[in-house]
């Protein structure tokens, strides 16, 4: 929990920062090739790991993949964000996201942004061929206060 605090309470100077800072990202291996300019990308050797029953990769993190890309991509235009939370996201598998040992490339790009929201599409490449298509979009914050009361809320809260 150290390294989100530190997401939250201290700028991120470096892609490295900001993986390492996202536990779930840092445990499934994954590493940022670019992020800037409302693009990011990301790659992934899959492993053993991220393997579903039919030895292909799992949909969660295709899905997890794709959302960060985008996430990333929406956060290099937002400069002063402290948090960012996917506000939805529609995800559309139009064949594997791989196996073991292959290189898996996520590409995420914002279309448009507002004051805190941004609207952003992603793709997750793999052997060459597009495996997966997203859009989603994406509420940034740039209070801690704000980051933690929407830490601290259900989706469904009201309040």
């Known amino acids: 929990m150290h390294g989100l605090r530190n997401l939250m309470s201290a700028d991120i100077e470096n892609t490295n920062e900001l993986i ?3 536990p779930f990202l840092h445990q499934l291996g ?3 090739a670019h992020m800037g300019d409302g693009k990011a990308e990301i790659t992934l ?3 053993e790991d991220h393997m579903n029953s039919w030895l ?7 899905m997890t993949l794709l959302d960060a890309a985008m996430s990333f991509a929406g956060r290099s235009l937002y400069k002063d964000a402290r ?3 996917t506000v ?3 995800t559309s598998f139009l064949r594997s996201g791989g196996t073991i040992g292959d290189q898996v490339i996520v590409r995420g790009k914002a279309n448009y942004q507002s ?3 941004c609207f952003c599409e992603g793709e997750l490449w793999c052997d060459g061929q597009l495996a997966a298509k997203s859009m989603a979009t994406f ?3 740039r209070s801690l206060d704000a980051a933690r009361r929407a830490s601290a809320h259900s989706v469904t809260d009201n309040t």
């Open 83 to 85: 948090a960012g939370v």
């Open 45 to 47: 050797t899959l492993s």
């Open 115 to 117: 004051t805190t929201l």
């Open 88 to 90: 939805d996201m529609t």
């Open 30 to 32: 994954a590493q940022i």
């Open 139 to 141: 509420k940034y914050l």
């Open 20 to 22: 390492a800072a996202i």
């Open 56 to 62: 292909s990769a799992h949909g969660g993190v295709v």
